[in-house]
C-alpha cells in the first residue's frame, strides 16, 4: 500500500519563524518534522511513500536520501507540482503516475498516531476512512459530527468557538476509484470536492490515539518542537 504526503504547500503562516524552508521540513531538535512522521509510517509497516511536493521542492532531494540511508528498505519516491494544483489535484497527479487500488493520505504539515491495522481490518469494503481526533479547542478547526456507528454526520465550519471537539485529522483511506474520472491538471481541493462525495456514500472514521498537531502556525510549530514526544511516542529510527 501507498502512503501519499501532501508537503506542497507555501508555508506563508510559518514565514515569520522558518526562512525559506518548506513546512514539513521545519527542524524540530535538529531533525526535520517529516522524518517524525516517516518513522511514525514505517513503524506500523509501511515501505512505500509518495511524496507530492511543489513550493521548494529541490530542498525534498537531500531529505529523501538522507531518510532511505537512515531507513534503507524505504522506498520515497517525489512527485513534483510544476504548479499549485491544490490538495485535490496533487493527489490525482500522484494517482496518475503511480496508481494503486488505494491510497493512505497524510497531509504533511499535520499528525495524530493512530492504528492502521484496525482500520483496515475494521472497513474493508468501506470507500473511505477518516482519522479523527479529539481536541480541547476546536475553533481553529470546526467540527466533525458523527453517528453512533462511527460514520460522519455533517462538518461543521469554524465558529470561534473554543470548546472540545471531533476534528479532521487529515490522515485518510480510500479506494482510488474516486479520481478515475477527474481530469488531469485540475487544481482542487480534496476537502472541498472529494469529501462531499464520500460523506454521502457513508464516510467512515476512526478515531486518534495519539495527541494531534499542526505546524501551521509558529505557537503549535513551537509547540512541537518543545515536546516532540507527546505527539511522536516511538524513538526515531535514527536514535536507535
Not at 509501511?46 to 528498505?73: C, H, M, W
Not at 490525482?92 to 497524510?106: A, E
Not at 492504528?115 to 477518516?130: G, K, R, S, V, W
Request: hydrophobic fraction near 40%; include cysteine; charge should be negative.
Amino acid at each position: 500500500m501507498k502512503a501519499l504526503i501532501l508537503a506542497g504547500g507555501l508555508g506563508t503562516r510559518l514565514r515569520s519563524v522558518l526562512n525559506d524552508i518548506p513546512k514539513p521540513l521545519a527542524p524540530v531538535k535538529d531533525i526535520p518534522y517529516l522524518s517524525y512522521v516517516l518513522n511514525a509510517l514505517y513503524s506500523q509497516g509501511l515501505r512505500e511513500v509518495i511524496l507530492s511536493v511543489g513550493y521548494k521542492a529541490e530542498q525534498f532531494l537531500e531529505f529523501v536520501a538522507t531518510q532511505e540511508k537512515n531507513l534503507p528498505d524505504l522506498s520515497i519516491v517525489l512527485v513534483t507540482e510544476s504548479q499549485p494544483l491544490g490538495t485535490g489535484g496533487a493527489i490525482k497527479h500522484c494517482y496518475d503516475q503511480y496508481p494503486d487500488d488505494s491510497y493512505l493520505v497524510f497531509n504533511g504539515d499535520s499528525y495524530c498516531d493512530f492504528c492502521l491495522e484496525t482500520m483496515l481490518a475494521n472497513n474493508p469494503t468501506d470507500i473511505a476512512t477518516m482519522v479523527v481526533a479529539n481536541v480541547p479547542d476546536i475553533s481553529r478547526y470546526g467540527e466533525v459530527s458523527l453517528f453512533e456507528n462511527g460514520k460522519v454526520k455533517a462538518f461543521h465550519e469554524k465558529k470561534g468557538l473554543a470548546q472540545e471537539g471531533w476534528i479532521n485529522a487529515g490522515i485518510y483511506y480510500f479506494s482510488t476509484d474516486v479520481f478515475k474520472n477527474i481530469p488531469v491538471g485540475e487544481s482542487f481541493s480534496f476537502e472541498h470536492k472529494i469529501i462531499p462525495q464520500l460523506l454521502n456514500a457513508g464516510l467512515h472514521t476512526l478515531k486518534a490515539r495519539g495527541n494531534f498537531i499542526d505546524i501551521g502556525i509558529p505557537d503549535d510549530y513551537q509547540a512541537m518542537c518543545d515536546k516532540p514526544d507527546k505527539y511522536f511516542a516511538l524513538t526515531p529510527a535514527w536514535e536507535q
